[in-house]
């Protein structure tokens, strides 16, 4: 088993809610504390884009694609991101992936389906 392991993945339809999480309990507190944490996504035949970035310091990052629908967080205590996820659409299909500095995890698939 990896650094990272991400869960929360699933099968749902169009306005549905999900939450991912990631898992980082074998990286030390002082690297996950400080780290970039970040959820990229790569839907089948396209490239893989980062969806929202949460930086050791200062404010979140989304993507456009995602504003006002998706939330990242983070609980230092249990070394875990999430990827809070409301109003899915088709679009937001792929293979999600969580990073925390260079460590990444090996993906949980969200599929969004009519």
């Known amino acids: 088993q990896g650094s990272l392991v991400e869960s929360g993945g699933g099968l749902v339809q169009p306005g549905d809610s999900l939450t991912l999480s990631c898992a980082a309990s074998?990286?030390?507190?002082?690297?996950?504390?400080?780290?970039?944490k970040s959820w990229y996504r790569q839907a089948p035949g396209k490239q893989r884009e980062l969806v929202a970035r949460l930086p050791g310091s200062g404010g979140a990052f989304y993507t456009d694609s995602v504003k006002g629908r998706f939330t990242i967080s983070r609980d230092n205590a249990r070394k875990r991101i999430f990827l809070q996820m409301s109003n899915l659409k088709p679009e937001d299909t792929a293979m999600y992936y969580c990073?925390?500095?260079?460590?990444w995890g090996q993906g949980t698939q969200v599929t969004v389906f009519s």
């Open positions: 990073t925390i500095g260079t460590y």
């Open positions: 074998r990286l030390i507190t002082s690297v996950f504390n400080p780290s970039d």
